[in-house]
Antibody, heavy 116, light 110 residues
Framework: EVQLVESGGGLVQPGGSLRLSCAASGFTVSNNYMTWVRQAPGKGLEWVSLIYSDGSTSYADSVKGRFTISRDNSENTLYLQMNSLRGEDTAEYYC??????????WGQGTLVTVSS | IVMTQTPLSSPVTLGQPASISCRSSQSLVHRDGNTYLSWLHQRPGQPPRLLIYMVSRRFSGVPDRISGSGAGTDFTLQISRVEAEDVGVYYCMQGTQPLTFGQGTKLQIK
């Protein structure tokens, strides 16, 4: 059974950092195209970042230079390192396994709140 | 690519059909010949769940009263008979970088 479990969210001050984790089971992260999507409170879905099986990455303009996506093959885990956080980064963050250009499986999400 | 959904809110009677449209600002036909347009459903307090991918392919476990159609820049999600479990927000999503979503359509029971 495919499972994705996010963790690492919490309250952080503007300018601070957080690292989100997405632990996967039922498939191998390194063999798949994985993505992070976020949802601000009461708002729609916004793509954040992705990593392909070959390790190449891509970022939304809103997070480029501040966020870094990575994975640990031995832990079968996807990460999102978030630096220089801003109030507009406040959101629920979801990881998803991408197949055929969409999120086949989604985690339950982890909430990031950026506030002083 | 900008994705525009209509309507943004859809009150529907149980047992009646519902339809949501999604229009993209440019053709979603990928250079590989496929069209990476999908539909997601999100219930309150839950993560999104995949319903339809590649325009019309139903994901595992999705009932056949839910269907997708369209081509190029115009796509439609149809529910033939709305059930209580269908309430929530529906998003269209295009799968070419940068990935983008429609604004969401809230389906509610009258």
């Amino acid at each position: 059974e495919v499972q994705l479990v996010e963790s690492g969210g919490g309250l952080v001050q503007p300018g601070g950092s957080l690292r989100l984790s997405c632990a996967a089971s039922g498939f191998t992260v390194s063999n798949n195209y994985m993505t992070w999507v976020r949802q601000a409170p009461g708002k729609g879905l916004e793509w954040v970042s992705l990593i392909y099986s070959d390790g190449s990455t891509s970022y939304a303009d809103s997070v480029k230079g501040r966020f870094t996506i990575s994975r640990d093959n031995s832990e079968n885990t996807l990460y999102l390192q978030m630096n220089s956080l801003r109030g507009e980064d406040t959101a629920e963050y979801y990881c998803a396994r991408m197949v055929s250009g969409t999120g086949y499986y989604w985690g339950q999400g982890t909430l990031v709140t950026v506030s002083s | 690519i900008v994705m525009t959904q209509t309507p943004l809110s859809s009150p529907v009677t149980l047992g009646q059909p519902a339809s949501i449209s999604c229009r993209s600002s440019q053709s979603l036909v990928h250079r590989d010949g496929n069209t990476y347009l999908s539909w997601l459903h999100q219930r309150p307090g839950q993560p999104p769940r995949l319903l339809i991918y590649m325009v019309s392919r139903r994901f595992s476990g999705v009932p056949d009263r839910i269907s997708g159609s369209g081509a190029g820049t115009d796509f439609t999600l149809q529910i033939s008979r709305v059930e209580a479990e269908d309430v929530g927000v529906y998003y269209c999503m295009q799968g070419t970088q940068p990935l983008t979503f429609g604004q969401g359509t809230k389906l509610q029971i009258k």
